[in-house]
């Protein structure tokens, strides 16, 4: 079992840059992989990146090039570095993880086991 708490939402300015972090406790998170899903009102889940257990990164279309996933195994953490944000951006961001083909990891929310409980994040315009 696997325990995910996210942290670093807040309010920011269009253009401006966050970080999110999720910190894993229970297992050593070395040989999970790990995903960011964000929801807005009224929208469904939505794929934001995943990072397998070897270091292989994805990226929803709409963040790439603003977006980067990173991970600190030594840490049990994940992070999520956004930066040009746009208030597009403004959702709930939940981590997600998964010891299931872990190099085999992606969009699909249904591959991931263990979800945080999500944590604001807000772009004014």
């Known amino acids: 079992q696997v325990h995910l708490v996210e942290s670093g939402g807040g309010l920011v300015q269009a253009g401006g840059s966050l970080r999110l972090s999720c910190a894993a406790s229970g297992r050593t998170f070395g040989g999970y992989a790990a995903g960011w899903f964000r929801q807005a009102p009224g929208k469904e889940r939505e794929f934001v990146t995943a990072?397998?257990?070897?270091?292989?990164?994805t990226y929803a279309d709409s963040v790439k090039g603003r977006f980067t996933v990173s991970r600190d195994d030594a840490k049990n953490t994940v992070y999520l570095q956004m930066n040009s944000l746009k208030p597009e951006d403004t959702a709930v961001y939940y981590c997600?993880?998964?010891?299931?083909?872990?190099?085999?990891?992606?969009?699909?929310?249904?591959?991931?086991?263990?979800w945080g409980q999500g944590t604001q994040v807000t772009v004014s315009s």
């Open positions: 997600a993880a998964s010891n299931h083909r872990p190099w085999a990891i992606g969009p699909d929310p249904a591959q991931y086991f263990y």
């Open positions: 990072i397998s257990n070897d270091g292989d990164l």
